[in-house]
C-alpha cells in the first residue's frame, strides 16, 4: 500500500521569502514521487518527479525538492516566492511493484498564499 | 488546443439523474484515469484504463462506470447521481509504454464542476 501526507493544508508566505511544502509518503516498494501544482480552474500541472535517479530534483518555475529515504519525505522547496506561486500543490506517490501497479496517490494538498 | 479535454466544464443536475462526463485526448497516449477531487481531500482515483480493452475499478468506483470508446475517449458515468457525488471530476492520462508498470507522468483535462443538487 502506498499513502501520502502533506502537512499543512494553508502555507502564507510574503513574497521573496523561501517556500517550504512538506511532503511525508509510505510505500512498501521504491517510490516514484511526484508534485504537482493547480491554478484557479486548471487542471494540474506537473512541477517535478522522483525516479530514483538523483535525489534532489529540479523543476519548473524554479522549485526543486529533495528525497530523503531515511525520513520518508520528499519536501518542495522555492528560494524566493513569487506573487505568480499562489495556487494549491498536491505531492502524489506511486509504485512499479506491489499491487498499486503504475498507479499515483495523491496527498490532500497544500494551499500556498503569497503576501506582497 | 488543450490535448486533454472534459465536457461539460460545469453542470447542474438533480438527484437520481443519469450524467456522462466526457473526456478526449489528442496526446495518443494508452493509459487514461478519472479522479474526483474534494477540499481537503486531495484527488481520489475512480476509475483507469491502461488500454481499451482494459478497465479497473480505482479506490471510490461505487456509484460509477465508465467505458472507453477508443483509446482518445474516456467517458464517466453517474447511474444515478446523489448529492455527495458533488465533487471537482478530473481527466488524466498517460503514455504508456508497452507492459511497463512504472508510474508515469498524468496529464491532467481542466475539469468538471458538478453539482447534484
Known amino acids: 500500500a502506498q499513502s501520502v501526507t502533506q502537512l499543512g493544508s494553508h502555507v502564507s508566505v510574503s513574497e521573496g521569502a523561501l517556500v517550504l511544502l512538506r511532503c511525508n509518503y509510505s510505500?512498501?516498494?521504491?517510490?516514484?514521487l511526484f508534485w504537482y501544482v493547480q491554478y484557479p480552474n486548471q487542471g494540474l500541472q506537473l512541477l517535478l518527479k522522483?525516479?530514483?535517479?538523483?535525489?534532489l530534483v529540479k523543476g519548473i518555475n524554479g522549485f526543486e525538492a529533495e528525497f530523503k529515504k531515511s525520513e520518508t519525505s520528499f519536501h518542495l522547496t522555492k528560494p524566493s516566492a513569487h506573487m505568480s506561486d499562489a495556487a494549491e500543490y498536491f505531492c502524489?506517490?506511486?509504485?512499479?511493484?506491489?499491487?498499486?501497479?503504475?498507479?499515483?496517490?495523491f496527498g490532500q494538498g497544500t494551499i500556498l498564499t503569497v503576501h506582497p | 488546443d488543450a490535448d486533454v479535454t472534459q465536457t461539460p466544464r460545469n453542470r447542474i443536475t438533480k438527484t437520481g439523474k443519469r450524467i456522462m462526463l466526457e473526456c478526449s485526448q489528442t496526446?495518443?497516449?494508452?493509459?487514461m484515469y478519472w479522479y474526483r477531487q474534494d477540499p481537503g481531500l486531495g484527488l481520489r482515483l475512480i476509475y483507469y484504463?491502461?488500454?481499451?480493452?482494459?478497465?479497473n475499478k480505482g479506490e471510490i468506483s461505487d456509484g460509477y462506470s465508465v467505458s472507453r470508446q477508443a483509446q482518445a475517449k474516456f467517458s464517466l458515468s453517474l447511474e444515478s447521481a446523489i448529492p455527495n457525488q458533488t465533487a471537482l471530476y478530473f481527466c488524466?492520462?498517460?503514455?504508456?509504454?508497452?507492459?511497463?508498470?512504472?508510474?508515469?507522468?498524468?496529464?491532467f483535462g481542466p475539469g468538471t464542476r458538478l453539482l447534484v443538487l
Open positions: 522522483y525516479t530514483s535517479a538523483a535525489t
Open positions: 496526446k495518443g497516449h494508452d493509459r
Open positions: 502524489a506517490v506511486g509504485s512499479a511493484g506491489g499491487t498499486s501497479y503504475g498507479k499515483l496517490t
Open positions: 488524466a492520462t498517460s503514455l504508456g509504454l508497452g507492459g511497463r508498470v512504472v508510474p508515469e507522468t498524468q496529464y
Open positions: 510505500s512498501s516498494v521504491p517510490p516514484y
Open positions: 484504463s491502461f488500454d481499451v480493452k482494459d478497465i
